[in-house]
């Protein structure tokens, strides 16, 4: 049975950066994509960023040139580098994966812009 992993949430300043990172474990392969969902209080998950198995990469326009997906095939790990975070960043954030197994969900980290 596969796992996603969170870390790297936290408080940070506007215009600071924090990176995500999100392990898959146990029997997780074939994997189609990799993507960070986040969820603000009162508003729906939206799709922050998405890499798919060939190692393109899409973003929300909100984040487009701020936030960079990556991936280590060797470790099954996704991250999500977070620059010039903004008040509205705020949100819990969640990685998914698409793969052959089914469709696997982490269990969120919270990330806080405040002054």
């Known amino acids: 049975q596969g796992q996603l992993v969170e870390s790297g949430g936290g408080l940070v300043q506007p215009g600071g950066s924090l990176r995500l990172s999100c392990a898959a474990s146990?029997?997780?392969?074939?994997?189609?994509?990799m993507n960070w969902y986040r969820q603000a209080p009162g508003k729906r998950r939206e799709l922050v960023a998405r890499m798919l198995s060939g190692g393109s990469a899409n973003y929300a326009d909100s984040v487009q040139g701020r936030f960079t997906i990556s991936r280590d095939n060797a470790k099954n790990t996704v991250f999500l580098q977070m620059n010039s975070l903004q008040y509205e960043d705020t949100a819990v954030y969640y990685c998914?994966?698409?793969?052959?197994?089914?469709?696997?969900w982490g269990q969120g980290t919270q990330v806080t812009v405040s002054s």
């Open positions: 146990g029997s997780i392969y074939n994997i189609y994509t």
């Open positions: 998914k994966i698409d793969s052959t197994q089914g469709v696997y």
